[in-house]
């Protein structure tokens, strides 16, 4: 299994480009979610998704939409990037009734010019 | 609201030696679980151990041990004969209910482990 995958590693956009984050995960987890950590900072929730068709508003949602058409996937779309929104970008997923850890991919740096 | 409190940004320890981590949550509600996660500086995000509300004895994971007081909401994590490779960022964060995929993180502490 490879796990939670991310790409890319690192991007860097202009203000006002907007792009995808992929995640995909192989461990047929339902439950998926996208995180941001900001320097000094624990991550934060951006969206989340309990199955395909369903996802959910997290605490920084504001410039971020998701889609999950599939259990595997859950990619994270910027719409129209700024500056604020330079962090390190954290999928994650786990099983229902995971009462256990959820699985994180690699990260994802991101910078804003 | 729910909240997660970690007091020390930076703490370290000599080589060998037991440290603590301090955690401190704040939820109304009654079902919920705690986690502690490790993150080198190579940024990947290492779960080490979990907690849940209604477990009757502290989880220990080999070196990681949970000292959880429910009435205190205090979730501290202690590390024994800490090794240089444990220097790194740790936060504290918890799973309210049914938000199985919902965590609300901790600041983190920064341990540095001195030879």
């Known amino acids: 299994n490879a796990g939670v995958t991310q790409t890319p590693k690192f991007q860097v956009l202009k203000t006002g480009q907007s792009m995808t984050l992929q995640c995909a995960q192989d461990?047929?987890?339902?439950?998926m979610s996208w995180y941001r950590q900001d320097p000094g900072m624990g991550l934060r929730l951006i969206h989340y998704?309990?199955?395909?068709?369903?996802?959910d508003q997290g605490e920084v949602p504001n410039g971020y939409n998701v889609s999950r058409s599939t259990t595997e996937d859950f990619p994270l779309r910027l719409l129209s990037a700024a500056p604020s929104q330079t962090s390190v970008y954290f999928c994650a997923s786990t099983e229902r009734g995971g009462y256990n850890e959820q699985f994180f991919g690699p990260g994802t740096r991101l910078t804003v010019l | 609201a729910q909240k997660i409190t970690q007091t020390q940004p930076g703490m370290f320890v000599q080589e060998k030696e037991a440290v603590t981590l301090d955690c401190t949550y704040d939820?109304?509600?009654?079902?919920?679980?705690l986690f502690w996660y490790k993150q080198p500086s190579s940024g990947e995000m290492i779960f080490l151990i979990y907690q849940g509300s209604y477990d009757e004895q502290n989880a220990t994971e080999g070196r990681y041990s949970l000292n959880f007081q429910k009435a205190r909401k205090s979730a501290n994590l202690v590390i024994s004969a800490s090794q240089l490779g444990d220097s790194a960022m740790y936060f504290c964060a918890m799973r309210e209910g049914g938000g199985y995929n919902k965590l609300i993180f901790g600041a983190g502490t920064r341990l540095a482990v001195h030879p």
């Open positions: 998704s309990v199955g395909a068709g369903i996802t």
């Open positions: 461990m047929n987890h339902e439950y």
């Open positions: 939820t109304s509600d009654q079902s919920y679980g």
